[in-house]
């Protein structure tokens, strides 16, 4: 089956205003004195974390760093177990951390992330995603900072692919068949 972009669900605009509305918040939740490390997850959240700790205010001593994950499943489901395709680059341990994800679906690959970092003794760990399709909940994820909560149905853009495709799309999009 063929597939094309659908109508806006979330524009530009839109994401930026909510974008700076999260940076504002995880400003106001942090102290100044202390590493605060966002991890992004590759490819997808790329996007979203570079515009997120460019809205940070300059005295919050912000690091960055990425994983690469990927989790088994049949293809259309994912079965939360993580394989680490690259690593962190430094130590978590006795910082804080956000893990940033662009979409928390099941919640099964975030659920298994977040234990295997706890497992890395952080002082603090805290989630963020961009898009929380909550319907799609099959395990408890606690959501720290959440973006927009979305409907059951496939989006593109703004890091988002469709089989390697449309993740450059400024605007997120639905995806519908041809
Ligand atoms: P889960 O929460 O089910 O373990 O998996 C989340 C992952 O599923 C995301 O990182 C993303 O790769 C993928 N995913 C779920 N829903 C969508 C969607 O609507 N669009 C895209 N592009 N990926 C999705």
Redesign the pocket.
Known sequence: MAYKLGDVILSRETIARRVKEIADEIAKDYDRDKPLVIVG?LT?AAFFLTDLVREMPEDLDVRVDFMSVA?YGDGTE?S?VVRIFHDLKSSIEGKNVIVV??????????AHLTELLKGRNPASLKVCVLLD?YE?RKTEVKVDYCGFRIPD????GYG???ASKWRHLKDIKYVVEE
């Open positions: 997850i997808g989790s994912s939360g994800e662009d979409i928390v679906d099941s919640g099964l690959t975030l399709k799609r149905k496939f989006v593109v988002l692919d469709y």
